[in-house]
Protein backbone atom coordinates (compact mmCIF):
# COMPACT_ATOMS: atom_id res chain seq x y z
CA UNK A 1 0.00 0.00 0.00
CA UNK A 2 1.18 3.21 -0.77
CA UNK A 3 1.92 5.67 1.96
CA UNK A 4 -0.09 8.97 2.80
CA UNK A 5 0.31 11.69 3.94
CA UNK A 6 -3.70 12.64 3.98
CA UNK A 7 -3.43 9.10 6.55
CA UNK A 8 -0.99 10.06 8.86
CA UNK A 9 -2.42 13.46 9.05
CA UNK A 10 -5.77 12.13 10.20
CA UNK A 11 -4.31 9.63 12.43
CA UNK A 12 -2.28 11.78 14.21
CA UNK A 13 -5.08 14.05 14.83
CA UNK A 14 -7.14 11.44 16.40
CA UNK A 15 -4.36 10.37 18.38
CA UNK A 16 -3.77 14.02 19.50
CA UNK A 17 -7.69 14.21 20.03
CA UNK A 18 -7.34 10.76 21.98
CA UNK A 19 -4.67 11.93 24.24
CA UNK A 20 -6.65 14.68 25.50
CA UNK A 21 -9.90 12.60 26.36
CA UNK A 22 -7.46 11.16 28.74
CA UNK A 23 -7.72 14.34 30.76
CA UNK A 24 -3.92 15.59 30.35
CA UNK A 25 -5.47 18.90 30.30
CA UNK A 26 -6.46 18.35 33.78
CA UNK A 27 -2.63 17.11 34.83
CA UNK A 28 -1.57 20.23 32.73
CA UNK A 29 -4.08 22.78 34.75
CA UNK A 30 -2.38 21.00 38.04
CA UNK A 31 1.01 21.84 37.29
CA UNK A 32 0.38 25.34 36.91
CA UNK A 33 -1.21 25.27 40.28
CA UNK A 34 2.11 24.10 41.22
CA UNK A 35 4.13 26.72 39.22
CA UNK A 36 1.76 29.32 40.71
CA UNK A 37 2.82 27.96 44.29
CA UNK A 38 6.34 27.89 43.56
CA UNK A 39 5.47 31.54 42.18
CA UNK A 40 4.57 32.92 45.33
CA UNK A 41 7.41 31.60 47.13
CA UNK A 42 9.75 32.74 45.35
CA UNK A 43 7.88 35.97 45.47
CA UNK A 44 9.12 36.34 49.12
CA UNK A 45 12.63 36.44 48.37
CA UNK A 46 14.99 39.04 47.39
CA UNK A 47 14.32 39.95 43.60
CA UNK A 48 17.62 37.94 41.95
CA UNK A 49 16.41 35.05 43.91
CA UNK A 50 12.96 34.79 42.86
CA UNK A 51 13.97 35.11 39.58
CA UNK A 52 16.26 32.35 39.17
CA UNK A 53 13.79 30.05 41.44
CA UNK A 54 11.04 31.44 39.07
CA UNK A 55 12.94 30.12 35.80
CA UNK A 56 15.03 26.96 37.32
CA UNK A 57 12.13 25.61 39.28
CA UNK A 58 9.42 25.91 36.94
CA UNK A 59 11.28 24.93 34.44
CA UNK A 60 12.69 21.56 35.76
CA UNK A 61 9.04 20.53 36.99
CA UNK A 62 7.61 21.02 33.50
CA UNK A 63 10.12 18.92 31.58
CA UNK A 64 9.75 16.22 34.51
CA UNK A 65 5.80 16.57 34.19
CA UNK A 66 6.43 16.48 30.23
CA UNK A 67 9.32 13.08 30.52
CA UNK A 68 6.53 11.35 32.26
CA UNK A 69 3.96 12.38 30.45
CA UNK A 70 5.17 11.34 27.19
CA UNK A 71 6.67 7.61 28.86
CA UNK A 72 3.01 7.15 30.45
CA UNK A 73 0.95 8.24 27.37
CA UNK A 74 3.37 5.94 24.68
CA UNK A 75 3.59 2.95 26.93
CA UNK A 76 -0.44 2.58 26.82
CA UNK A 77 -0.89 3.69 23.55
CA UNK A 78 -0.32 0.69 21.35
CA UNK A 79 -0.66 -2.10 23.97
CA UNK A 80 -4.61 -1.04 24.79
CA UNK A 81 -5.37 -0.71 21.34
CA UNK A 82 -5.21 -4.04 19.55
CA UNK A 83 -8.84 -4.21 18.62
CA UNK A 84 -8.22 -1.00 16.80
CA UNK A 85 -4.72 -2.09 15.33
CA UNK A 86 -6.59 -5.46 13.78
CA UNK A 87 -9.60 -2.91 12.33
CA UNK A 88 -7.54 -0.77 10.96
CA UNK A 89 -4.40 -2.90 9.33
CA UNK A 90 -6.35 -3.57 6.27
CA UNK A 91 -6.76 -0.10 5.66
CA UNK A 92 -3.04 1.21 6.28
CA UNK A 93 0.38 0.13 6.48
CA UNK A 94 1.28 -1.00 10.22
CA UNK A 95 4.28 1.35 10.21
CA UNK A 96 1.89 4.36 9.08
CA UNK A 97 -0.36 3.37 12.16
CA UNK A 98 2.85 3.61 14.51
CA UNK A 99 3.95 7.05 13.13
CA UNK A 100 0.97 8.39 13.43
CA UNK A 101 0.77 7.20 16.84
CA UNK A 102 3.80 8.52 17.39
CA UNK A 103 3.10 12.40 15.56
CA UNK A 104 -0.13 12.64 17.88
CA UNK A 105 2.29 12.06 20.89
CA UNK A 106 4.69 14.88 19.10
CA UNK A 107 1.66 17.15 18.42
CA UNK A 108 0.81 16.67 22.24
CA UNK A 109 4.04 17.53 24.11
CA UNK A 110 4.38 20.80 21.35
CA UNK A 111 1.08 22.22 22.61
CA UNK A 112 2.12 21.49 25.67
CA UNK A 113 5.27 23.27 25.57
CA UNK A 114 3.92 26.17 23.48
CA UNK A 115 1.60 26.76 26.08
CA UNK A 116 3.77 26.64 29.10
CA UNK A 117 6.14 29.20 27.47
CA UNK A 118 3.17 31.83 26.76
CA UNK A 119 2.11 31.47 30.89
CA UNK A 120 5.67 31.51 31.40
CA UNK A 121 6.16 34.90 29.59
CA UNK A 122 3.21 36.38 31.04
CA UNK A 123 3.77 35.92 34.82
CA UNK A 124 7.47 37.04 33.49
CA UNK A 125 5.86 40.55 32.81
CA UNK A 126 3.50 40.47 35.82
CA UNK A 127 5.88 40.12 38.67
CA UNK A 128 8.50 42.44 36.09
CA UNK A 129 11.29 40.20 36.22
CA UNK A 130 14.95 40.45 34.14
CA UNK A 131 15.23 37.15 33.08
CA UNK A 132 17.21 35.49 30.06
CA UNK A 133 14.50 34.64 27.61
CA UNK A 134 17.37 32.94 25.35
CA UNK A 135 18.38 30.52 28.03
CA UNK A 136 14.90 29.92 29.31
CA UNK A 137 13.72 29.25 25.33
CA UNK A 138 16.82 26.74 25.22
CA UNK A 139 15.46 24.99 28.23
CA UNK A 140 12.09 24.64 27.13
CA UNK A 141 13.52 23.15 24.04
CA UNK A 142 15.46 20.59 25.67
CA UNK A 143 12.48 19.52 27.78
CA UNK A 144 10.73 19.09 24.44
CA UNK A 145 13.40 16.97 23.15
CA UNK A 146 13.64 15.03 25.95
CA UNK A 147 10.11 14.08 26.08
CA UNK A 148 9.83 13.71 22.64
CA UNK A 149 13.17 10.79 22.63
CA UNK A 150 11.13 8.95 25.39
CA UNK A 151 7.92 9.10 23.86
CA UNK A 152 9.65 7.46 20.81
CA UNK A 153 11.68 5.48 22.93
CA UNK A 154 8.60 4.30 24.78
CA UNK A 155 6.38 3.24 21.58
CA UNK A 156 9.24 0.82 20.72
CA UNK A 157 9.65 -0.58 23.84
CA UNK A 158 5.94 -1.53 23.61
CA UNK A 159 6.02 -2.99 20.00
CA UNK A 160 8.04 -5.93 21.96
CA UNK A 161 6.97 -5.75 24.95
CA UNK A 162 3.34 -7.85 26.04
CA UNK A 163 1.80 -5.01 28.62
CA UNK A 164 2.06 -1.60 29.42
CA UNK A 165 3.15 -2.01 33.18
CA UNK A 166 6.26 -4.16 31.53
CA UNK A 167 6.58 -1.41 29.13
CA UNK A 168 6.81 1.14 31.50
CA UNK A 169 9.20 -0.67 33.68
CA UNK A 170 11.68 -1.27 30.89
CA UNK A 171 11.20 2.59 29.55
CA UNK A 172 12.30 3.77 33.63
CA UNK A 173 15.53 1.55 33.66
CA UNK A 174 16.74 3.43 30.05
CA UNK A 175 15.55 6.45 31.46
CA UNK A 176 17.55 6.22 34.34
CA UNK A 177 20.46 4.49 32.34
CA UNK A 178 20.42 7.77 29.99
CA UNK A 179 20.99 9.92 32.71
CA UNK A 180 23.87 7.59 33.95
CA UNK A 181 25.51 7.35 30.89
CA UNK A 182 28.79 9.54 32.07
CA UNK A 183 29.14 8.30 34.92
CA UNK A 184 29.25 4.53 33.66
CA UNK A 185 31.74 4.92 31.21
CA UNK A 186 34.07 7.31 34.04
CA UNK A 187 34.22 4.23 35.95
CA UNK A 188 37.61 2.36 34.95
CA UNK A 189 37.35 -1.07 33.47
CA UNK A 190 39.08 -2.62 36.42
CA UNK A 191 36.68 -2.06 38.57
CA UNK A 192 33.45 -3.52 36.72
CA UNK A 193 32.12 -6.82 37.73
CA UNK A 194 32.03 -8.29 34.47
CA UNK A 195 34.31 -10.12 32.15
CA UNK A 196 35.89 -8.43 29.05
CA UNK A 197 33.24 -9.66 26.78
CA UNK A 198 30.03 -8.84 29.05
CA UNK A 199 31.71 -5.23 29.60
CA UNK A 200 32.12 -4.91 25.86
CA UNK A 201 28.23 -5.81 25.50
CA UNK A 202 26.90 -3.58 27.84
CA UNK A 203 28.74 -0.48 26.60
CA UNK A 204 27.59 -1.18 23.14
CA UNK A 205 24.14 -1.63 24.58
CA UNK A 206 24.79 1.80 26.31
CA UNK A 207 25.09 3.08 22.42
CA UNK A 208 21.43 2.71 21.54
CA UNK A 209 20.28 4.82 24.92
CA UNK A 210 19.78 8.07 24.70
CA UNK A 211 22.36 10.33 26.75
CA UNK A 212 19.40 12.38 28.54
CA UNK A 213 21.46 14.18 31.38
CA UNK A 214 22.77 16.72 28.08
CA UNK A 215 18.84 17.78 27.87
CA UNK A 216 19.21 18.74 31.36
CA UNK A 217 20.38 23.00 30.58
CA UNK A 218 20.10 24.20 33.83
CA UNK A 219 23.09 21.72 35.02
CA UNK A 220 25.68 23.05 32.24
CA UNK A 221 25.42 26.43 33.56
CA UNK A 222 25.98 28.45 30.57
CA UNK A 223 26.33 31.79 30.34
CA UNK A 224 28.10 32.99 26.71
CA UNK A 225 25.68 33.28 23.97
CA UNK A 226 28.44 31.31 21.78
CA UNK A 227 28.05 28.70 24.60
CA UNK A 228 24.41 28.51 24.02
CA UNK A 229 24.55 28.22 20.34
CA UNK A 230 26.90 25.50 20.35
CA UNK A 231 24.99 23.56 23.25
CA UNK A 232 21.76 23.85 21.19
CA UNK A 233 23.15 22.71 17.86
CA UNK A 234 24.91 19.65 20.03
CA UNK A 235 21.77 18.87 21.44
CA UNK A 236 19.49 19.13 18.77
CA UNK A 237 21.82 16.94 16.59
CA UNK A 238 21.58 14.36 19.39
CA UNK A 239 18.08 14.17 19.51
CA UNK A 240 17.42 13.95 16.19
CA UNK A 241 19.59 10.77 15.59
CA UNK A 242 18.09 8.78 18.43
CA UNK A 243 14.15 9.87 17.65
CA UNK A 244 15.02 8.73 13.59
CA UNK A 245 16.57 5.74 15.09
CA UNK A 246 13.53 4.94 17.67
CA UNK A 247 11.36 5.72 14.79
CA UNK A 248 13.09 3.59 12.21
CA UNK A 249 13.48 0.37 14.31
CA UNK A 250 9.69 0.65 15.80
CA UNK A 251 8.64 0.99 12.46
CA UNK A 252 10.32 -2.41 10.89
CA UNK A 253 9.65 -3.95 13.96
CA UNK A 254 5.85 -3.24 14.59
CA UNK A 255 5.66 -3.79 10.40
CA UNK A 256 7.23 -7.61 10.91
CA UNK A 257 4.99 -8.18 14.21
CA UNK A 258 2.10 -10.31 13.79
CA UNK A 259 -1.11 -8.47 14.52
CA UNK A 260 -2.34 -8.79 17.97
Not at 70 to 96: H, Q
Amino acid sequence: MVFSFKRLQLLSAMTFRELLHQKVLSLFVILLILIFGISGFAISCSFQTRALLFQEMTTELFSLFLSLLAMITSATLLVSTGEEVMILARALPRYEYFLGKLLGIILMLLSLTAGFGIIFLILQHVWKMNLERDLFFIMLLGALMKASLIAAMTLLISTISSSSLLTMLVAIACYMIGNLKEGFYAVPRSLMPFHAWGYCVIKSLLYLIADFSIFNVSDHKLTSTCQLDTYTYSMTQLALFYFGIYMVIGCLVFEKKECM
